[in-house]
């Protein structure tokens, strides 16, 4: 069955602290990889997507993810984070439906 | 611009009773999808509709059964609620059913089942 692990539940970083969110997903065909953010109170909006062509992929608020066909994954990454990035963050991916991982609560303190 | 709108927010039911969930998508959008989202867990796959015609289904009992209106809005309905069914279920919506369409998600309609 398709799955998505996100090894990471609970992420406390300091602001300007660098991050780094795992994702890894089951699937043995070509698939579609997202990013989604839910910040408190407020609906799961998108954060990035990669379909196809460079594996690096820029998102909103100097987010950005690498898929790393061998390994089955798609890392989120951000260099400095900030206060306002505390959120539950959701690695998804689609072969047809969207399946999502469990989700990765960040908190960042001042 | 409107986004996706779901009612009611909050509801709460008792255990056998039945419950019906709505959902309007964007102007414009044509596929609706429906997901739940248990406390502590990832949204879960239940439905899409497209054109009024079911496209996907998750892996939910025949409790659960859905559909699409011609103005694309759409009704999500739980028959016979147990307390697991307790949980956020969310709406989305997309210009069609493809995969590669961004899903645009709804504040969600919390159930509380007692």
């Known amino acids: 069955a398709q799955s998505v692990s996100q090894h990471n539940h609970h992420v406390i970083l300091s602001e300007a602290a660098s991050l780094e969110l795992g994702c890894n997903y089951s699937y043995g065909g070509t698939v579609n990889l997202f990013w989604y953010v839910q910040y408190p109170g407020q609906h799961l909006q998108l954060l990035l997507k990669y379909f196809s062509g460079d594996p690096l992929v820029k998102g909103i608020k100097g987010f950005e993810a690498e898929f790393i066909k061998s390994k089955f994954s798609f890392n989120l990454r951000k260099p400095s984070v900030q206060w306002s990035d505390t959120a539950e963050y959701f690695c998804a991916v689609t072969p047809d439906k969207l399946i999502f991982g469990t989700g990765t609560r960040l908190q960042v303190f001042p | 611009d409107a986004g996706v709108t779901q009612s009611p927010t909050h509801l709460i039911k008792t255990r056998g009773q039945h419950v019906t969930l709505r959902c309007s998508p964007i102007?414009?959008?044509?596929?609706v999808s429906w997901y739940q989202q248990v406390l502590g867990q990832g949204p879960q796959f239940i439905f899409q509709?497209?054109?009024?015609?079911?496209?996907g289904r998750g892996n939910f009992p025949d409790r659960f059964s859905a559909r699409q209106f011609p103005n694309y809005s759409s009704e999500l309905n739980v028959n016979a609620l147990l307390l697991g069914d307790s949980a956020l279920y969310l709406c989305?919506?997309?210009?069609?059913?493809?995969?590669?369409?961004?899903?645009?998600f709804g504040p969600g309609t919390r159930l509380t089942v007692l």
């Open positions: 102007s414009g959008h044509k596929s």
């Open positions: 509709y497209y054109e009024k015609e079911e496209r």
């Open positions: 989305a919506s997309s210009l069609d059913f493809s995969s590669y369409n961004e899903q645009f």
